[in-house]
């Protein structure tokens, strides 16, 4: 495999700036790098001697660990720069809590010393305002001499989809004529971001998977996301939906995914200079998920799908909320293999973006 072609780049939005190609031949290196670990084979030279530094400005378990024990499997070095203790992100005119080094600084600096940058970041209730901090990733890009990887920021998560998209793989064999669906689920907590279910609509998209996003009024996601899923759609001679009908999204359907998410309209906004012009209304968010707490993924609803479908979720997921116990601890879940997957996936990432020796 070459691997030319990904060397220094960033993983920022792949599931837009990488072709349908590209994302094979990770899937590929995946699948590759699974085997020889599940073999016991040494990979310690695919990246011996390279430094992998990363950001957590929220918390992480499964992105965490599988990033610091993926480069260390593959002979690297993983340096966690704990926010507050090294750095806090602070973007020139921006009206937000970030008050330590301009971005420009610490992105040069850190591309004299190691090979990656690797950042999540999607905010908290009380600061968030969508687009900020995928835009404060592109501004690390902008500046960076070395790959930039999206852990996670407040419009894609990318790792988790490769992760998924490796998972429906090894379940299924290929993608064509595979449905998938990635619903809306209640859950108690207004604050969950769109990274997900946006990156889990155009990443099987792109696949040429058969996808529906099922979600109640006023839970649409980001227009460009949905216009993108079309285009995807067009291009592979699949099928891209949108229903407010979660039972009637479920019929047949090989893949289901019940996440919630929070609603666009109630988050606050920023002008193109950061001064911020609309409060976040959490108030009527609330509302909003109270109305459509029926949206949960039950035994009832597991009946409707393909009778070798599966349950997806990137988990934490609210039990009793967004799924019942039987449904997440029964046959049909694969929670776990994805859990498993998103070390393979990630460490296929590494290997690619920071020169790896295969």
Same mark, same amino acid.
């Given at each position: 495999?070459?691997?030319?072609?990904?060397?220094?780049?960033?993983?920022?939005?792949?599931?837009?700036?990488?072709?349908?190609?590209?994302?094979?031949?990770?899937?590929?290196?995946?699948?590759?790098?699974?085997?020889?670990?599940?073999?016991?084979?040494?990979?310690?030279?695919?990246?011996?001697?390279?430094?992998?530094?990363?950001?957590?400005?929220?918390?992480?378990?499964?992105?965490?660990?599988?990033?610091?024990?993926?480069?260390?499997?593959?002979?690297?070095?993983?340096?966690?720069?704990?926010?507050?203790?090294?750095?806090?992100?602070?973007?020139?005119?921006?009206?937000?809590?970030?008050?330590?080094?301009?971005?420009?600084?610490?992105?040069?600096?850190?591309?004299?010393?190691?090979?990656?940058?690797?950042?999540?970041?999607?905010?908290?209730?009380?600061?968030?305002?969508?687009?900020?901090?995928?835009?404060?990733?592109?501004?690390?890009?902008?500046?960076?001499?070395?790959?930039?990887?999206?852990?996670?920021?407040?419009?894609?998560?990318?790792?988790?989809?490769?992760?998924?998209?490796?998972?429906?793989?090894?379940?299924?064999?290929?993608?064509?004529?595979?449905?998938?669906?990635?619903?809306?689920?209640?859950?108690?907590?207004?604050?969950?971001?769109?990274?997900?279910?946006?990156?889990?609509?155009?990443?099987?998209? $792109?696949? %040429? @998977?058969?996808?529906?996003?099922? /979600?109640? !009024?006023?839970?649409?996601? +980001?227009?460009?996301?949905? &216009?993108?899923?079309?285009?995807?759609?067009?291009?592979?001679?699949?099928?891209?939906?949108?229903?407010?009908?979660?039972?009637?999204?479920?019929?047949?359907?090989?893949?289901?995914?019940?996440?919630?998410?929070?609603?666009?309209?109630?988050?606050?906004?920023?002008?193109?200079?950061?001064?911020?012009?609309?409060?976040?209304? $959490?108030? %009527? @968010?609330?509302?909003?998920?109270? /109305?459509? !707490?029926?949206?949960?993924? +039950?035994?009832?609803?597991? &009946?409707?799908?393909?009778?070798?479908?599966?349950?997806?979720?990137?988990?934490?997921?609210?039990?009793?909320?967004?799924?019942?116990?039987?449904?997440?601890?029964?046959?049909?879940?694969?929670?776990?293999?994805?859990?498993?997957?998103?070390?393979?996936?990630?460490?296929?990432?590494?290997?690619?973006?920071?020169?790896?020796? $295969?």
């Amino acid at each position: 495999m070459r691997t030319n072609k990904f060397l220094g780049r960033d993983w920022l939005s792949p599931e837009i700036d990488y072709t349908k190609e590209e994302w094979e031949s990770m899937l590929r290196l995946a699948e590759e790098l699974k085997t020889r670990y599940a073999i016991n084979e040494d990979t310690s030279h695919i990246l011996k001697g390279k430094t992998l530094y990363t950001m957590f400005f929220n918390s992480s378990l499964r992105t965490r660990s599988t990033f610091a024990a993926g480069i260390q499997q593959l002979g690297g070095f993983h340096v966690d720069l704990e926010p507050g203790k090294t750095y806090t992100p602070a973007r020139k005119g921006f009206e937000v809590p970030y008050k330590t080094e301009r971005i420009c600084d610490v992105a040069q600096v850190l591309s004299r010393t190691g090979d990656a940058l690797a950042i999540r970041m999607y905010g908290a209730p009380s600061q968030w305002i969508y687009g900020f901090a995928h835009e404060t990733m592109k501004e690390f890009a902008h500046y960076s001499d070395i790959p930039i990887i999206n852990m996670e920021c407040d419009v894609y998560h990318p790792c988790q989809a490769l992760a998924d998209m490796l998972t429906v793989k090894e379940k299924f064999g290929d993608f064509k004529k595979k449905k998938f669906v990635i619903s809306w689920a209640y859950s108690g907590s207004t604050s969950k971001p769109f990274a997900v279910p946006q990156s889990l609509a155009l990443a099987p998209s $792109l696949l %040429g @998977m058969d996808v529906i996003l099922a /979600r109640p !009024k006023g839970f649409e996601l +980001d227009p460009e996301v949905t &216009k993108k899923c079309h285009e995807y759609a067009a291009q592979n001679g699949s099928t891209f939906e949108e229903t407010d009908d979660m039972e009637a999204a479920f019929e047949g359907a090989h893949v289901v995914y019940p996440k919630s998410w929070g609603a666009l309209p109630f988050f606050a906004q920023m002008d193109e200079n950061g001064k911020k012009i609309k409060e976040e209304n $959490l108030d %009527g @968010m609330k509302d909003l998920f109270e /109305r459509n !707490k029926h949206w949960i993924c +039950d035994e009832k609803k597991m &009946k409707l799908i393909d009778k070798n479908g599966i349950y997806m979720h990137c988990l934490p997921a609210d039990r009793d909320m967004e799924v019942t116990d039987a449904v997440i601890d029964g046959p049909q879940s694969v929670v776990y293999d994805e859990a498993e997957n998103r070390l393979h996936a990630q460490k296929a990432i590494m290997t690619l973006l920071m020169g790896g020796r $295969l």
